[in-house]
């Protein structure tokens, strides 16, 4: 994932109302890459193509 | 009620239901083969106009009526031998294109049939054609790839979808038989529109394994016909555990035809008369309580109910739906200016769904299905407007005019459907009358796996009306 | 004194000791290490010794209600119990909640004639590392107080080890009941998810919560299993299904058992360089015990760390949004640094998680075609300083993660120690819902291996009296 993490992650807490201190923001700025890279890995992974996930659902609550 | 012609008498095997056919089989009044080529025939004379039909299988249609023609001579024949039947095109198919509706598939060729498909082949079904839907099963009523789908009531008007060639081919006569699939309302809204009967059975009824998904924990695939008898035949066949779809449920005790002709007298229905009556144009709102005013006639007793925060039901629908479609459809995310119109905007919004909004949505599903409940207790079935509004005009960005004002198609469309995908409860529509010529319907929503209230209520309602026997006026020319 | 429930259960039907013995015993440590180790938020000693009393009547009656009878056990405190308020150890949770009485495993526990303590410490909301800005006690290590005794099941963690009560419950969404059994040098089992009902717990991940005990040996923590397993339906994740008899499973042998062994050792940047002797040895004592051990190499075992640790991060915000935009500083800093990384998750990033958690599974089942059980170090290192934790850092060094993802039973046991002399863990890993093999495992493990039965220096004196 390219996206500047400078950009996104003050976004995307702005965009869920939450208020971290600067160097709290600093800290998710400086680990989200790392973490985007992770999750970027999870769309890669083959056998979860047409695999269904593990939300259970029923019917009847 | 406006007037068409009722439909004329005929003996086209064409016009007969998938339950008259198996009668005039056993009586060896018609066989497999004569209802194959009525069906050919009637795909030939319709389907330019309206296009219903993405592939036609006509060999191996003939093929297997073949087949079907000597196990009926030969007494060996299985719940559905020789009745024709359509799939929507995202139901996978052993060795015939499986195209989604979509360019990105248009080649694609399944090496394993659907668990749905292999069971209707296995019943003896003799399937006559893939069918048109929109994109993705999301896509718009503008099917960039293949056309828009034509309705039979009216060539200028949607057929609604996205099970939109199911629709159209059921009304013209082409299939007495066909598969839709039900997200937001996919299978309800084309019946809705084209004047047939559908039902999207409780969640996990019918095995998901080889149709294309879209939204996991919303998608439901289900039986669409010109009858209640019918849907309860075909919903027989292909109902069941599959162990490759994590969801399905146990078999039931007794088989859905069994609920057909049972005595309603008695039984209650419950009636939301808030938000899922609200919006509604104002002469479907005047045909609806006519065709209530009809169930009630057949010994049923109709109770008002509240279900006072269902309008945030469809908002959690929606969150869910671009969450667990963004996860399918991450790959083609990036070419979506490629994608149709409704998909693509789905699509577009699928990312800024966070991951909380997600799980809320989750979280609130229990208490939609809780005040379901709570508002059913005491009664066998639910009852509301299948649809709000008359089937749009076919256009890029269509709209539904309901009477005073025009809202986004799918915002009237979706409004009494996506609740119940997602409760996961059954939910059958049935046609009730006619407005301006265009067919109007009733939705009876059950109990989680209780489809056979719906059934003996549906199959009252079709003894005591003829609204489901009327066909478009395209069929008398 | 006696460390196990299993020794203590035998002595209290011998007569050699009484339950408000051992209780006391328990609380006179607390009176003397409490407040360098802080392991509880709130005790319970006049209803706890009054339970004892009770215990020790009905055991003199002939009363038997089994092998908890009269044992005292501590209670995470983020499960509710009747003695009255849950804290989450959180500013944050409305003090309400957990009023309606003891969650389902607490009153499983309590019918089973157990005397409970006392709640105890807990990383806020179980999640994140500890802010000493906030009035909680900071939990620490008896092995090294200036070391950290592993999470969120601190105070269950370290108590045990300690001598305080005999077990406890943690609970475990990406490894906080084995994080502080191997840490502190004790035993703890998060069963297969649905096993155990975690109705009366505040959530954390849902779909990764487990509940499940901490105590001593494999034979305590099947005894309080045996207890604490079993369907209710006020947990919709909660299975419906028989509950093995987990007691009379520990024969002490593993003869025709096959056993897989991934070391794991390039999986972490944090492995200490005696991780692989300490856990050859171990592997070793297995061979001893009768089983096969073959190497496997468990798949993608990135993606369903970070499988869980993306699902636990949505799932936490999913919860805790409304108070984290209101209340951001009434939070510790490390429980809202580690749930505010579920704003940064898409909805298709979760649900992809979710689909990878369901391939992962089936590739796992087919390593268990080939063998019973899986065994891997806990964690790659012994447990870090105080002053040098990051959540991070954490994450990077336990093995426990994938296990949540998956939903596999798997128990800690003690295995040895680094050359710091901090303890180390050895993970067993069962079939769903084969707790009876894990157990079965480590108990024959245990019965030839003594790491279990060791004691911190600070309360050796203590326990030896």
């Known amino acids: ?61 | 009620m406006t007037g068409t012609l009722p439909a004329p008498a005929t003996t086209d095997l064409a016009d007969l239901t998938a339950t008259e056919l198996l009668a005039a089989f056993a009586a060896g009044t018609a066989t497999p083969s004569q209802a194959v080529e009525a069906c050919l025939a009637r795909v030939a004379a319709t389907d330019e106009v309206h296009n219903a039909v993405l592939l036609l299988l006509a060999d191996r249609a003939r093929a297997a009526a073949a087949e079907s023609d000597a196990r009926w001579a030969a007494g060996t024949a299985r719940p559905l031998e020789g009745v024709p039947y359509g799939l929507k095109d995202i139901v996978a198919t052993a060795g015939i294109t499986t195209t989604g509706g979509s360019s990105l598939f248009s080649d694609f060729v399944p090496t394993e049939d659907a668990a749905l498909a292999a069971r209707l082949a296995d019943a003896g079904g003799v399937l006559l054609a893939k069918l048109s839907t929109f994109e993705f099963a999301c896509g718009g009523a503008v099917n960039r790839t293949f056309g828009p789908t034509r309705n039979p009531w009216d060539p200028q008007r949607t057929t609604g979808g996205s099970s939109s060639g199911s629709g159209a081919a059921l009304a013209l006569g082409q299939v007495p038989l066909a598969i839709g699939t039900d997200t937001g309302g996919s299978i309800r809204i084309p019946a809705a529109f084209c004047g047939l009967t559908g039902i999207k059975a409780t969640h996990g009824r019918v095995p998901r394994h080889g149709v294309m998904g879209l939204s996991w924990t919303m998608d439901h695939a289900g039986p669409m016909a010109r009858s209640v008898a019918d849907c309860a035949l075909m919903l027989d066949v292909i109902a069941g555990p599959d162990p490759r779809d994590p969801t399905t449920l146990p078999l039931e005790a007794e088989p859905f035809t069994a609920a057909l002709g049972r005595d309603v007298t008695g039984m209650r229905v419950a009636r939301p008369r808030g938000f899922l009556e609200g919006g509604m144009h104002p002469a479907v709102a005047a045909a609806h309580e006519a065709a209530l005013a009809e169930l009630a006639a057949t010994g049923v007793e109709i109770v008002d109910v509240e279900l006072p925060t269902f309008d945030l039901a469809a908002v959690a629908s929606w969150w869910i739906i671009y969450a667990e479609m963004l996860s399918l459809h991450e790959a083609h995310a990036d070419r979506i200016e490629d994608r149709d119109e409704m998909g693509a905007s789905l699509l577009g919004a699928a990312p800024f769904v966070s991951a909380a909004d997600y799980l809320r949505a989750l979280r609130l599903r229990p208490r939609f299905q809780r005040e379901l409940a709570d508002a059913m207790a005491g009664c066998d079935a639910l009852v509301t407007p299948a649809m709000t509004s008359l089937p749009p005009l076919i256009a890029p960005q269509m709209v539904s005019d309901l009477g005073d004002h025009e809202v986004p198609w799918l915002e009237a469309a979706c409004r009494t459907s996506v609740p119940f995908n997602l409760t996961g409860s059954p939910a059958m529509v049935l046609p009730s009358g006619l407005v301006e010529g265009m067919p109007v319907s009733l939705q009876l929503v059950g109990r989680p796996r209780d489809e056979a209230s719906l059934f003996a209520l549906g199959a009252a309602y079709q003894a005591a009306t003829d609204h489901h026997m009327r066909r478009p006026p395209v069929l008398a020319r | 004194m006696y460390l196990s429930i299993t020794d203590a259960a035998a002595a209290l039907r011998s007569g050699e000791t009484t339950s408000v013995a051992l209780t006391e015993a328990g609380y006179a440590v607390a009176d003397a290490h409490d407040e360098a180790l802080g392991v509880y938020l709130r005790r319970f000693d006049e209803t706890a010794l009054a339970a004892a009393a009770k215990a020790d009547e009905e055991l003199a009656a002939g009363v038997d209600k089994g092998p908890l009878h009269g044992i005292p056990l501590g209670i995470k405190d983020i499960i509710a119990t009747d003695e009255g308020e849950t804290t989450a150890q959180s500013l944050v949770l409305d003090r309400e909640w957990g009023t309606m009485g003891d969650a389902p495993v607490v009153a499983r526990l309590r019918a089973a004639g157990a005397v409970i303590t006392g709640k105890l410490t807990t990383m806020e909301y179980a999640i994140g590392i500890p802010d000493v800005e906030k009035p909680f006690p900071v939990p620490r290590n008896p092995w090294n107080t200036d070391h950290y005794p592993g999470g969120s099941s601190s105070g269950t963690g370290n108590g045990v080890a300690a001598g305080m009560f005999l077990g406890g419950l943690g609970t475990d969404t990406g490894g906080s009941i084995r994080y502080p059994a191997t840490s502190c040098g004790i035993t703890g089992l998060k069963q297969t998810f649905g096993r155990v009902p975690k109705f009366g717990c505040v959530p954390l991940g849902y779909s990764y919560d487990h509940i499940g005990p901490m105590a001593r040996t494999a034979a305590d923590c099947a005894a309080m299993l045996a207890v604490i397993a079993g369907h209710d339906a006020r947990d919709a994740c909660s299975v419906d299904r028989p509950v093995d008899d987990y007691v009379s499973g520990l024969t002490g042998s593993l003869e025709g058992m096959r056993i897989g062994v991934d070391p794991l050792l390039a999986a972490s940047e944090l492995t200490v360089p005696e991780l692989e002797e300490v856990l050859a040895a171990a592997t070793a004592e297995l061979t001893a015990a009768g089983a096969t051990v073959v190497p496997v190499e468990l798949p993608l075992y990135k993606e369903l760390t970070t499988a869980t640790m993306v699902g636990m991060a949505a799932e936490s915000y999913a919860y805790h949004r409304g108070d984290l935009q209101s209340r951001w500083a009434d939070y510790g800093s490390g429980t809202r640094m580690a749930v505010s990384i579920g704003a940064l998750v898409s909805g298709g990033d979760h649900v992809q998680a979710q689909r990878v958690r369901r391939a992962g599974q089936k590739m796992v089942a087919e390593l268990f075609a080939d063998v019973d059980l899986i065994v891997t170090p806990t964690s790659a290192c012994g447990a870090p300083e105080i002053e040098k934790l990051t959540f991070d850092a954490i994450i990077g060094a336990l093995h426990t993660p994938y296990w949540n993802a998956l939903g596999n039973p798997a128990m800690s046991v003690p295995m040895g120690y680094t050359r710091d002399g901090l303890p180390l863990g050895l993970q067993i890993v069962g079939r769903p819902f084969d707790e009876a093999a894990v157990l079965a495992a480590g108990h024959a493990y245990q019965l030839r291996t003594d790491w279990h039965t060791h004691v911190p220096a600070m309360v050796s004196d203590l326990l030896a009296a």
């Open chain 1, 1 to 61: 994932m390219s996206a500047d993490p400078t950009v996104v992650v003050p976004a995307l807490l702005t965009a869920a109302g939450l208020a971290p201190s600067a160097e709290e923001v600093a800290v998710m700025i400086a680990e989200y890459p790392a973490r985007a890279q992770a999750i970027e890995a999870l769309w890669a992974v083959e056998a979860a193509r047409y695999e269904e996930p593990c939300v259970v659902f029923r019917a009847e609550p």
